[in-house]
């Protein structure tokens, strides 16, 4: 079982960029497709980004097209979110989860798991 962990969260103005890390456990990491997702206050979970388990795919929300780019290293059993030109709708709880053997372009939330615990974005206006 994969187990995950996110870090890199924090607050910053908008315009601004942070990066997302996300360590995993379990030799099958390097397997597995992983997303990112957030989940704003009062909101549902809703995706971000996915890649495959090769780096080669990648697959965005609308939202975040061409201002975030997810990313991962195997040797590191680390999957990454840069975001750039950050915006107060940004804010949310972001978490990473694997995909398991899933095609990238699936975004259901359900279709994930396991999660991990999340890391807090908050952009200011």
């Known amino acids: 079982q994969v187990q995950l962990v996110e870090s890199g969260g924090g607050l910053v103005q908008a315009g601004g960029s942070l990066r997302l890390s996300c360590a995993a456990s379990g030799r099958t990491f390097s397997s597995f497709t992983m997303g990112w997702f957030r989940q704003a206050p009062g909101k549902e979970r809703e995706f971000v980004a996915a890649?495959?388990?090769?780096?080669?795919?990648?697959y965005y929300a609308d939202a975040v097209t061409d201002r975030f780019t997810i990313s991962r290293d195997n040797a590191k059993n680390s999957v990454y979110l840069q975001m750039n030109s950050l915006k107060p709708e940004d804010t949310a709880v972001y978490y990473c989860?694997?995909?398991?053997?899933?095609?990238?372009?699936?975004?259901?939330?359900?279709?994930?798991?396991?999660w991990g615990q999340g890391t807090q974005v908050t952009v200011s206006s």
């Open positions: 989860a694997s995909g398991g053997r899933l095609p990238i372009g699936v975004t259901a939330p359900g279709r994930y798991d396991p």
């Open positions: 890649i495959s388990w090769s780096g080669g795919s990648k």
